[in-house]
């Protein structure tokens, strides 16, 4: 309760995703190290130099989405798959993509104990993706890009929202939500956010 009440203080509003948040739990995605820290609202490493977001900033980001049940979302940076975890509770599919394979192995087969079948795992680089893999109704970044990449944008449906911080890679970044209309592309600055950097191509290593 007081995980949530945290949430809703710092103005998380929607409903849906505030019980996506409860029902996934965090701790599964953490080190045995931090197994102590993993409901508090702070940001924790885990391998590869990477780490998992506070969970404020993954309910904003998703709360952001605007998702609905029968939306395919793409994921650039699976990370711990925690994010993945609370998305797959909300959508019909999503689709994550780890440049680092201990990640994506770790994830996945985190996902799958916890029985969360909706959502695909994959070792690639999320800044140069096929096209061949359809468009997405929302798509979320989940690593700093000094840019929102064309690529992306071009997965992206009629009417889909994408979320990403967009800034330097090594400092403050402000979370961008990008909205397709009409052929036409809108952009809203949220706040400002702190993100490893995402990098190009597969990890040779880890």
């Given at each position: 309760m007081r995980f949530q009440?945290?949430?809703?203080?710092?103005?998380?509003?929607d409903r849906r995703v505030l019980r996506a948040m409860e029902e996934v739990?965090?701790?599964?995605?953490?080190g045995a190290a931090d197994q102590g820290y993993a409901w508090r609202d702070s940001a924790l490493p885990i391998a590869c130099g990477q780490t998992i977001s506070q969970p404020f900033v993954v309910a904003y980001m998703t709360e952001q989405l605007q998702?609905?049940?029968?939306?395919?979302?793409?994921?650039?940076?699976?990370?711990?798959?925690?994010?993945?975890a609370v998305l797959?509770?909300?959508v019909r599919e999503v689709l994550s993509i780890e440049r680092y394979r201990t990640l994506a192995d770790t994830a996945?087969?985190?996902?799958?104990?916890?029985?969360?079948?909706?959502?695909?795992?994959?070792?690639g680089d999320g800044l140069n993706l096929a096209?061949?893999?359809?468009?997405?109704?929302?798509?979320?970044?989940?690593?700093?890009?000094?840019?929102?990449p064309q690529s992306l944008i071009e997965?992206?449906?009629?009417?889909?929202?994408?979320?990403?911080?967009?800034?330097?890679h090594?400092?403050?970044?402000?979370?961008v939500r990008l909205r397709k209309s009409g052929g036409q592309i809108e952009y809203r600055d949220l706040v400002d956010v702190r993100f490893v950097p995402a990098l190009p191509g597969i990890a040779r290593e880890l």
């Open positions: 009440l945290s949430l809703r203080r710092r103005g998380i509003s739990p965090r701790d599964r995605f953490v998702l609905d049940s029968r939306h395919r979302v793409l994921e650039i940076g699976t990370g711990s798959g925690y994010q993945a797959a509770k909300l996945r087969a985190q996902l799958e104990q916890l029985d969360l079948y909706n959502v695909e795992v994959m070792l096209p061949n893999l359809g468009t997405f109704d929302r798509i979320i970044v989940t690593a700093a890009v000094e840019a929102v997965l992206l449906g009629e009417g889909g929202v994408l979320v990403a911080p967009v800034g330097p090594h400092g403050v970044q402000t979370l």
